[in-house]
T-cell receptor
Framework: SQQGEEDPQALSIQEGENATMNCSYK?????LQWYRQNSGRGLVHLIL?????REKHSGRLRVTLDTSKKSSSLLITASRAADTASYFC???????????????FGQGTILTVHP | NAGVMQNPRHLVRRRGQEARLRCSPM?????VYWYRQLPEEGLKFMVY????????ESGMPKERFSAEFPKEGPSILRIQQVVRGDSAAYFC???????????FGPGTRLTVL
């Protein structure tokens, strides 16, 4: 199994609806990040939540983190057609050691928002 | 402040040739990461470099792949004697510190014929 697994793999909704994506991971983390990727493009950072935080908001985005369950969720409220993209969670391990900087990505959730 | 730049954006190589992928981090960023993305998959970490030093290369294949980040100039990911399985999108990211948000480049799409 991989660090950072998202579900669902694909999500199709109508404009105006909310979209919720979940991410599970296996090891202790320093922080968890969510990224967005439009087809064929690079990744854009959306939000970072630290291991000592439980919830964070940024515009229409809300991220929660439950370290006891090793899971996170990303909620996009009032979705728009322009939100159509792949969404990835990525974990950064705890401090110390050479792995400090690298991110471990999940497989991603493909979100389609229909106008 | 220009974002992370990668070139070329598309690279076609025949089996056995060498591929050189370049990454210029954002100004002021001394931490560079390389990731590989196969079709319909997430990104897989390859290597983490900090000016002239390889910090973590645990994701790099043992043979044919190498990376550097010289004091001057871009970071280079080099793939020798490419094979069809090397076909993928290669993304570079940079950050000002060794933890936190990473800024990604547009990627280099390598196709091996």
């Amino acid at each position: 199994s991989q660090q950072g697994e998202e579900d669902p793999q694909a999500l199709s909704i109508q404009e105006g609806e909310n979209a919720t994506m979940n991410c599970s991971y296996k090891t202790s983390i320093n922080n968890l990040q969510w990224y967005r990727q439009n087809s064929g493009r690079g990744l854009v950072h959306l939000i970072l939540i630290r291991s000592n935080e439980r919830e964070k908001h940024s515009g229409r985005l809300r991220v929660t983190l439950d370290t006891s369950k090793k899971s996170s969720s990303l909620l996009i409220t009032a979705s728009r057609a322009a939100d159509t993209a792949s969404y990835f969670c990525a974990t950064a391990l705890g401090a110390g050691g050479t792995s400090y900087g690298k991110l471990t990505f999940g497989q991603g959730t493909i979100l389609t928002v229909h106008p | 402040n220009a974002g992370v730049m990668q070139n070329p954006r598309h690279l076609v190589r025949r089996r056995g040739q060498e591929a050189r992928l370049r990454c210029s981090p954002m100004k002021g960023h001394s931490h560079v990461y390389w990731y590989r993305q196969l079709p319909e998959e997430g990104l897989k970490f390859m290597v983490y470099l900090q000016k002239e030093n390889i910090i973590d290369e645990s994701g790099m294949p043992k043979e044919r792949f190498s990376a550097e980040f010289p004091k001057e100039g871009p970071s280079i990911l080099r793939i020798q004697q490419v094979v069809r399985g090397d076909s993928a999108a290669y993304f570079c990211a940079s950050s000002p510190r060794g933890i936190g948000e990473q800024f990604f480049g547009p990627g280099t799409r390598l196709t091996v014929l």
